[in-house]
């Protein structure tokens, strides 16, 4: 069961990362922070708002799962 708040530790196992890029992430991506709050020195992370950050990550990432064919145009001799 995963619980409602998660530490930084458990955060990165759910989302099946190390803590240190966990951090890393934490420090670089402003969107990430507003999932999380601080109690103390130690970070907090809400899932609800980690489960939201995650699904607009993936949406910005999404590939298009159709194999390119190559063109004459973009074969180059």
Same mark, same amino acid.
């Given at each position: 069961?995963?619980?409602?708040?998660?530490?930084?530790?458990?955060?990165?196992?759910?989302?099946?990362?190390?803590?240190?890029? =966990?951090?890393?992430?934490?420090? /670089?991506? *402003? &969107?990430?922070?507003?999932?999380?709050?601080?109690?103390?020195? @130690?970070?907090?992370?809400?899932?609800? =708002?980690?489960?939201?950050?995650? /699904?607009? *990550? &993936?949406?910005?990432?999404?590939?298009?799962?159709?194999?390119? @064919?190559?063109?004459?145009?973009?074969?180059?001799?």
């Amino acid at each position: 069961m995963v619980k409602e708040v998660m530490t930084l530790r458990e955060a990165s196992q759910y989302l099946g990362i190390s803590p240190d890029t =966990l951090y890393k992430y934490l420090s /670089e991506d *402003k &969107s990430l922070q507003g999932t999380a709050f601080k109690l103390g020195n @130690r970070w907090r992370f809400k899932k609800d =708002l980690l489960d939201r950050w995650m /699904e607009k *990550k &993936s949406e910005k990432t999404v590939v298009d799962p159709r194999p390119r @064919r190559l063109s004459k145009s973009t074969i180059k001799a």
